[in-house]
């Protein structure tokens, strides 16, 4: 059951009394072959007589339920969570009282990632020195990362506590030019490569005011942009809010409106003020987590990339990303008239005569990268400023 959850790493557990609720929160079109998995798990404990009434003659009953949610990312909060399992509406509680004092159906509720209740059994098995062994001082035994984006080898991964950030990214992923790191979800932080020594631990991460989540590692390269990523990311947050605390509301929305303005090439050294109010305010106003951390890419973003922000205000993306502030071209010395590229373009901007070197339309060019991937002589590139 242990290796069941962890590897899927679905559903989160909620425990009142003698009941436990392993509260998968997708929408019913999500996770439907972990659900299964996990459900599958679930009654082959329950044929062992480990779970259930009387387990194995002791006389302690525990039972276990899949509860399927809403596919929203704010009923991933505790206190949400409660509500959603109640069958209430999916927002936050004002605490206190604490989910530790009135909970699930008004009782105490212990409410943890099921990665967290699988090391239960192992430490009670093996002993608290055997888990201690491995892993940090402040921060023993391993952890599940989740590591996508650009790398060769994408996927979960099991590490000790304490490995470094370059490890992972560079020795494990196998990251070709990476350039940042955004960890620990949605409401993450944005962190340069640069620290590449930067221990992946509690601690480590509170450094540099971020937080592990669960696990979820987004690889970005020197061809991406940090700013367009963190108006997406951003952008997300907004649409997740619950709407009930106005700085998440309004902030994180109008955030994000800046933060597209800026990628379009129109935003103002004012916009990125704008933006450190809001973070601000953010950390101070907001009643659940959600609130309170999504502005976690911009704060990190604006910390150690702010040469990239400046940019995009000068009107070039660095990532070549954006494509108000891109325009693609043909180079004549590499292009042999072959027109593969025209095949491929949506928007018929290709130019010239079969056998000769052809030209990009500006005006038609919908800068979708067809033609990059088309051109077997890499003759094509792409420049910022559009001009």
Known sequence: LRQQLVRIQVVNIGQVGD??????????????????????????????????????????????????????????????????????????????????????????????????????????????????????????????F???????????????????????????????????????????????????????????????????????LVVISETQCVVDTTQYLLAFSSKQSCKRCSVCRDGSAESAELLKRITCGQGSLGDIEKLREWAELSKKRNLCGLGRTAFNPVISGLRYFMDEYLAHIEGRCPGLVCRELISYEIDETRCQGERCCLLTCPGNAIKGSFGKPGHIVSRLCQKCGMCIVSCPYKAVRVKSPAV
């Open 19 to 144: 009941v436990t609720q392993l509260a998968g929160f997708g929408s019913f079109a999500e996770y439907s072959l972990a659900t299964a998995t996990v459900r599958q798990a679930i009654e082959v404990a329950r044929r062992a007589g480990l779970i259930g009434e009387d387990i194995l003659g002791s006389g302690f009953d525990l039972d276990v339920d899949v509860v399927r949610g809403a596919g929203a990312f704010l009923c991933g909060e505790s206190t949400a969570m409660v509500n959603v399992l109640e069958n209430k509406k999916c927002q936050p509680r004002k605490r206190p009282p604490h989910l530790s004092e009135v909970g699930l159906w008004g009782k105490p509720t212990c409410i943890n990632n099921v990665e967290t209740l699988a090391n239960v059994p192992l430490i009670i098995g093996e002993g608290a020195a055997w888990f201690r062994s491995v892993g940090t001082e402040k921060s023993p035994g391993t952890k599940i």
């Open 146 to 216: 989740s590591v996508v984006g650009s790398v060769e080898r994408c996927g979960l991964v099991e590490v000790p506590m304490g490995c470094s950030l370059g490890t992972l990214v560079v020795d494990i992923a196998s990251a070709q030019n990476p350039k940042a790191v955004q960890i620990g979800g949605p409401s993450g932080v944005i962190l340069p490569t640069s620290l590449s020594e930067l221990e992946i631990s509690f601690e480590g991460l509170d450094e540099v005011d971020g937080m592990m989540g669960s696990g979820g």
